[in-house]
């Protein structure tokens, strides 16, 4: 497995969910299946900004399983798409070492070359599949067609590719996960908080990190510890109807121009206190941003030995109280936040306060 190829997202209105993620963040329309390529029954837009592929899916029939999917979970992400170079043997090795199949390798193809796919079902109703588009020099891939949006967001925030994606499983679940990504991927585990790290007086979590050999597939998984309160991870799963994606990350390499742009766009952001600013240059020491901008744009930053991060935080991208989009920059560190957790605890909590889930 190489890379993140897509994130693929069930939603109850595809045309709407590309056009709110073209016009809020940045992405452009690219390719386009449904009834027009010869699918009858679901519709997709696969929208592309730099090396990121979001693919949006509505189902065109109540009792289609896409439908359910969707009426159980409510919008979010059904399949975390990997690339490879050989699919009948990832896919046997995945399958020998635990993984439940969900779709026998495929070959599909058109005039344009041959499309292999194949995938395996991971936590919740979440799927990875594998892909080898090496030999296939259509835009996307068969069945499907060109769609282009105009520029449709005020301004561009230039999002690069997937750093990482986040899965909430459920409390003491998170061993039998990692175990699963280390037999079945051959995944490494990364980092690893406890409730100790990471807790507040009334929420927490336990978080250990997945990685690929080559580092460019990262997959934190978290459970809910016990809090005074209800955790942010029981409230996700309580809402979702069980695990699944928490939130994905995408890397910039121009955080303060991302987030300006972001924020003209209309995305709302977890709120940062103030007093987060006030003693950051003695937590972080001297970084190249100017600590005033910083705090206007509500950045967050932390370090590790190797350097510092920034990142911020989406609130929820849809009604339920489920996933949400992380915008990062790395400096050199390659952690995940976790001196942040704090002070994004107290945000989130204050979150789900105003929502009556504390
Ligand atoms: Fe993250």
Redesign the pocket.
Known sequence: MRNFKYLEFYVGNAKQAAHFYCSAFGFSGYAYSGPETGDKESVSYVLKQNNIFFVFTTALSSNHRISKWVEKHGDGVSDIAFSTDSVEQDFKFCVENGAEPLLIPQQISDEYGVYKIASLKTYGDVKHSIIDASNYKGLWKPGFMPFNTNNLCIASPNLLLV??V?ANVEDNKMNDWVSFYKKSFKFNSFIEFTEDDIATQYSALRSKVMKSDNNKIKL?INEPAEGLKKSQIQEYIDFNNGPGVQ?I?LLTTDIISTISALRNNGVDFLDVPDNYYDDLQNRIGVIDEDIEKLKELKILVDKDEQGYLL?L?TKPVQDRPTLFI?I?QRKGCQG??KGNFMALFKSIEKEQQRRGNL
Do not use: K, N
């Open positions: 750093d990482h986040v934190p939130h990350a990142q935080f992380e990062i995940f936040g």
